[in-house]
């Protein structure tokens, strides 16, 4: 088991679980970044 993909999918449980959205972004050669979106209250 890849311990990262783990922890991704940890992060995107709780964000789902409170409302919000996570979604990867990645640009060639430049690695991948997760954008995390969180309704206001």
Request: aromatic share 8%.
């Amino acid at each position: 088991m890849n311990p990262f993909k783990s922890v991704i999918q940890t992060s995107y449980d709780i964000v789902k679980a409170h409302g919000g959205e996570i979604k990867p972004e990645s640009k060639e050669g430049e690695g991948k970044e997760y954008i995390i979106k969180m309704p206001s209250e």
